[in-house]
């Protein structure tokens, strides 16, 4: 499925006003990625320097430390902007990094609207270290922005949303929500990590910032940790900027190279992690040892209408309930072609419990409480045939 241009958004730039505006897959391959000036060399150099040469005092290229910047992170940077319609990007060491240093923007006293369905290790950031500063957190059901508008105070200044959420596969309306972020002057964040900028664009509907962890479908070989977060606001990117400089965590000039290596397939993957998926969620729904399947591409959910309206495929993560944590644990021993580790996004397929990996720092109180249950399995479908996957997945189930 072809990715749709970015449309236009009121006060935010797009790729159409922009001097690069080729299409989603051009942009992947060329912009950040133009051959080296010196060398001519096709692929980005690794810039592996810590400091750079100055001329003389206070006279430099643009590089004087590599905390401060670096040539590859620079590349990857535009390229990351560009493709999620954005103004200027930052990368940061792994996702979790990236969403800490988006929270610096924030100060003590300040509110935040979270989406109760998150990864586990956002709240556990926002509860057990943020809390900390003074920052106050409300997790409400995003899927009806009702419960968003209810939620916003005087003293909000974020809405932190996750589309689809991990793992319920919930989708959130995200043109809705913005209305009610831009009208109470709220900023709106979205994790835009499951579906990619490739099947999902959230500044197109009204985002502030996006935020991915570069380690899953943008690196997509299971080989680099990395965050990012995407800046519709000059301003926005200074401040990360300052944060990069200023407290580190920042992308590994080898990091960034992996991403923009991984990058220039983004398109062919997704294509083909979403025909995957959507085989591998029809098998799902027809076993007999399978209670139930959440995935956006089924007709049965029930935000499919949504999902078609505000992504442009429907991607590779499926999650499924097998009845029980012995069921699971059954299955799970038995794979062979999928892989049981935690991650997702990769080539290959990746299959776990979000039980006891992705969710397990929430509690079995908290993971009742928003519907994970010890029988869920999650699959982020690879792009290895597709055929391989499903009977590697019914011979595993056999085991229930």
């Not at 209305?179 to 709106?188: A, P, Y």
């Not at 519709?232 to 590994?252: H, R």
């Amino acid at each position: 499925m072809r990715n749709a241009k970015v449309g236009k958004s009121q006060g935010r730039r797009t790729n159409d006003e922009r001097p690069n505006h080729h299409g989603f897959s051009t942009r992947a391959i060329h912009t950040g990625q133009e051959p080296d000036q010196e060398t001519g060399a096709v692929t980005v150099p690794i810039y592996a320097t810590s400091t750079y040469v100055q001329q003389e005092i206070g006279k430099h290229k643009g590089y004087e430390y590599a905390r401060v910047s670096n040539p590859t992170r620079t590349r990857l940077e535009q390229n990351l902007a560009s493709l999620e319609g954005g103004v200027a990007s930052r990368v940061f060491a792994s996702g979790m990094a990236a969403i800490n240093a988006l929270c610096t923007m924030y100060k003590s006293g300040d509110h935040v609207v979270c989406g109760d369905n998150l990864y586990g290790g956002v709240p556990r950031l926002f509860n057990q270290i943020l809390t900390g500063y003074g920052i106050e957190f409300t997790y409400v059901d995003t899927s009806d922005a009702r419960n968003v508008e209810r939620a916003i105070r005087k003293s909000t200044r974020m809405v932190y949303v996750e589309t689809p959420t991990n793992p319920l596969m919930t989708i959130s309306d995200l043109r809705a929500i913005s209305e009610i972020c831009r009208s109470k002057h709220v900023d709106l964040v979205v994790d835009n990590t499951f579906m990619s900028p490739y099947f999902q664009q959230p500044i197109a509907h009204g985002a502030d910032l996006v935020v991915h962890s570069t380690t899953k479908f943008l690196n997509g070989h299971s080989d680099g940790l990395g965050g990012v977060v995407v800046c519709t606001k000059p301003e926005q990117a200074e401040q990360l900027g300052f944060v990069q400089k200023a407290a580190g965590a920042i992308l590994s000039p080898f990091e960034c190279w992996l991403v923009l290596r991984g990058v220039k397939t983004l398109a062919v993957r997704m294509e083909q992690h979403d025909r995957n998926g959507r085989a591998v969620a029809d098998f799902l729904t027809k076993h007999k040892k399978v209670e139930r399947v959440f995935y956006p591409g089924l007709p049965d959910h029930p935000q499919y209408a949504l999902a078609k309206k505000q992504m442009t495929g429907f991607g590779a993560m499926i999650t499924f309930e097998t009845g029980s944590l012995a069921n699971a644990n059954k299955m799970l021993r038995r794979v062979q072609v999928c892989s049981l580790g935690e991650s997702l996004g990769g080539v290959e397929t990746l299959i776990s419990h979000p039980a006891t990996m992705t969710h397990a720092a929430l509690g079995e109180e908290g993971r009742r409480q928003i519907g994970i249950t010890d029988g869920m399995v999650r699959i982020s479908v690879g792009i290895e045939d597709v055929e391989d996957i499903i009977a590697d997945l019914d011979q595993a189930l056999s085991a229930i």
